[in-house]
């Protein structure tokens, strides 16, 4: 398993232990993830898991966000947002929170529907980790205690966060044990109560009554209408390889598909890892498909003949998510991918669940916010992947960071794909980063390759591996792991033998 987090890890291993399948193991690392990395994903968020059973059966379970306003006037569904800042170390993004950014939820959705469809444990067994986590504290890393800082506009926007993330006036740091009790109980109680509460009973209806006070959009009648819907995964050839990924109406796995479909009209065959030639293929690509979302619906099939055209342009030019991989011993492979965006700032009273802000992010919008009626499904670039050869899985693989997600899971794939790396290798190898303006280049490529990449397209060169550059978690079932140390990422391989 390769997770965000060692106690995420711990959490799968453990279920893995008693008898769970990938399956168990990936929702139980999921309701863990949303007490270790708290920054990056909630059950009060969104997210998609790929799943490949032992059978050969594939399904993509959608339970991604909703567009809010069921019920309301039309002339209330505008949103009211409040913009923050985050600075990254060499970039800053705008983010829009409050509780007009709140899109209905769906993870508490989703890993109950994926547990009732394909788990094997009891459900308490498998978030008995998450609600010990949570009671117990977790003690916070210096990457968890950045990420908090790096967020902390959002954490403290409201008395409860402010309870949970400064309990003592100032903000947790290094060091300190982040505890939630009332997430802690609501987990116990899941078992029993099974989620309906917080989406048809007092739960909702206190969160309608809060959205209503301000401004919010989300309504009893979203929460009642919300449904899991399952898939057929989107599947992309490329070099040998048959990769399934995440289809419409989210457009990440097309944006991918449409990368990989250019990469390889290109012929990285030909580079050598790290050259001028390689780093211009990559940023040709980067740009090309960032021109081809802002053109039209990105979610959208492109013709074989714009995607011609497409490769002959790059031919010319080229001179707050988290994501969990699973494989067990049975053949199941599970890739789970969850974001509460960077978080609304506002908790569910009662619970510790503090909701997403799907609603303004404007990278998930690109027709504009709230353009769609309420009870759409909101697009993601969340993209869990698996790539197959010889009809067994090679690879399980995503990533979080938002833009960066599909440029990050392009390079992990070609560099295995292409350059034969191990799946290690690929996920701590630098990347770069077409942000629409500047090409934005993390640090260890030679200084050759960046001055021919920097002669073609502007190039801001960081001084560290960061978070904004994803976080890419990959298993190879065969028997090796990587978590992306940009993300506080950890790998753990269980020995069946030995337990």
């Not at 993870?107 to 547990?115: D, K, Q, R, W």
């Not at 490329?238 to 990769?243: A, E, T």
Request: a negative charge.
């Amino acid at each position: 398993m390769a997770t965000g987090h060692e106690l995420t890890s711990s959490a799968a291993a453990s279920v893995l232990r008693d008898g769970g399948n990938a399956f168990d193991a990936a929702l139980a690392a999921g309701f863990a993830a949303s007490v270790t990395e708290p920054m990056f994903t909630s059950l009060g968020g969104g997210g998609f898991l790929l799943a490949r059973s032992a059978d050969g059966r594939e399904v993509l379970f959608d339970f991604f966000t909703d567009t809010p306003g069921l019920g309301l006037p039309d002339r209330m569904l505008e949103p009211h947002f409040l913009p923050i800042t985050v600075h990254f170390p060499a970039s800053d993004q705008v983010f829009n929170i409050g509780l007009g950014s709140v899109a209905v939820p769906g993870t508490l959705a989703g890993l109950l529907h994926v547990h009732r469809r394909l788990g094997r444990l009891p459900l308490r067994e498998v978030v008995a980790p998450a609600a010990r986590l949570a009671r117990d504290g977790v003690v916070l890393t210096e990457f968890q205690a950045y990420v908090i800082g790096l967020l902390e506009p959002i954490n403290t926007l409201m008395p409860a966060g402010r309870a949970l993330y400064a309990p003592q006036g100032g903000r947790v740091g290094v060091g300190d044990r982040l505890v939630n009790r009332e997430l802690a109980s609501f987990l116990e109680a899941l078992p029993d109560a099974g989620g309906s509460d917080f989406y048809e009973g007092g739960l909702a209806k206190r969160i309608a009554r809060d959205m209503r006070a301000g401004q919010g959009l989300l309504t009893e009648q979203d929460l009642a209408a919300y449904r899991v819907a399952e898939r057929d995964p989107l599947e992309i050839a490329y070099r040998g390889y048959r990769i399934l990924t995440n289809p419409p109406p989210s457009f990440g796995g097309t944006l991918l598909g449409h990368s990989l479909f250019l990469l390889g009209a290109w012929g990285p065959s030909r580079w050598r890892w790290g050259t001028g030639e390689h780093l211009c293929g990559l940023a040709a690509v980067m740009e090309e498909v960032e021109n081809l979302r802002a053109d039209g619906d990105p979610a959208a099939p492109l013709s074989r003949e714009t995607l011609e055209a497409a490769v002959g342009r790059v031919r010319r030019a080229a001179g707050g998510t988290t994501h969990i991989s699973v494989s067990d011993i049975e053949g199941n492979a599970a890739s789970l991918t969850l974001s509460n965006g960077e978080g609304s700032g506002y908790v569910v009273p009662g619970t510790g669940i503090m909701l997403n802000n799907m609603l303004g992010e404007d990278d998930l919008h690109p027709e504009g916010f709230h353009a769609t009626s309420p009870g759409r499904r909101v697009g993601s670039m969340m993209s869990p992947s698996l790539l197959l050869h010889d009809g067994k899985v090679r690879l399980i693989v995503g990533s979080g960071g938002s833009k960066r997600i599909r440029t990050a899971l392009l390079q992990v794939v070609s560099d295995v794909a292409d350059f034969g790396m191990s799946v290690r290798e690929a996920v701590v190898a630098p990347r770069l980063h077409w942000d629409g303006e500047v090409m934005q280049v993390e640090p260890g490529f030679a200084a050759a390759a960046v001055e021919v990449l920097g002669s073609r397209w502007r190039v801001n060169v960081w001084t560290e591996q960061n978070l904004y550059f994803g976080g890419v978690h990959a298993v190879e079932p065969a028997g090796e792991a990587a978590g992306d140390p940009r993300r506080g990422g950890h790998a753990l391989v269980v020995d069946p033998s030995t337990g």
